[in-house]
Each structure stands twice: as C-alpha cells, then as structure tokens.
Nanobody, 122 residues
Framework: QVQLVESGGGLVQAGGSLRLSCAAS????????MGWFRQAPGKEREFVSA????????DYADSVKGRFTISRDSAKNTVYLQINSLKPEDTAVYYC???????????????WGQGTQVTVSS
C-alpha cells in the first residue's frame, strides 16, 4: 500500500504562486500515473491535472491550463504541481492520487493523500 503526503499549500495573494509536492512511500509509484484533484468548500472534488508514469503525457483541467504545471521526479517518488497566477477560485484542498492510467474521473484513482490547503486572497 502506498502512502501519499502532500505539502506546499498555504495562504497566498491573488497572482501569487505555490509549488505543491506529493511524496509517495511504501512502494514506488514510478509505474503509475499521478494526479492532482481539489475540493473547495461545498463543492465536489474536481480533477486538476495528471501525469503519466513516464512523465511524457500530461493533462489539465481547462480552468488551470496555462497556469498550472505538473511534473514528477521518479527517483524521489514525488510529483509536483507548480501553480502560478493564483485566483481566489483556486482556493481548495488539493489532493494527490495514484492510478494505473490517467483519467479525469476521480473514481478511477486509488491511493489518496490527506490533502494540503491552498487559500488565495483577493
């Protein structure tokens, strides 16, 4: 069983940047797709971004394209999410997850982290 721990969240002003990290332990995730989802208060969890096991394929929600960048370091068993030009509507708890294949459907993702809070002030 893999354990995922997210970090890097915080309070930032609109227009600012953050870099989220998701460190995996328990087993290697180098052969798994990794993804980021988020959930704002009172809203359903939504897909943010995903990266293939190789790192060659990435996918983004339309709302974050051009502002968010996902990457992974297989040697460190870690995936990152660089988030720039933050907007108040980006405020949410951000979760990372693993899956055998990339998908925007959160039900197809397996292990989940505990999340890291991102709060963007206007």
């Amino acid at each position: 069983q893999v354990q995922l721990v997210e970090s890097g969240g915080g309070l930032v002003q609109a227009g600012g940047s953050l870099r989220l990290s998701c460190a995996a332990s328990g087993r290697t995730v180098s052969t798994y797709a990794m993804g980021w989802f988020r959930q704002a208060p009172g809203k359903e969890r939504e897909f943010v971004s995903a990266i293939s096991w190789s790192g060659f394929s990435t996918d983004y929600a339309d709302s974050v394209k051009g502002r968010f960048t996902i990457s992974r370091d297989s040697a460190k068993n870690t995936v990152y999410l660089q988030i720039n030009s933050l907007k108040p509507e980006d405020t949410a708890v951000y979760y990372c997850a693993t899956s055998s294949q990339m998908s925007m459907d959160g039900r197809k993702w397996g292990s989940w982290g505990q999340g890291t809070q991102v709060t963007v002030s206007s």
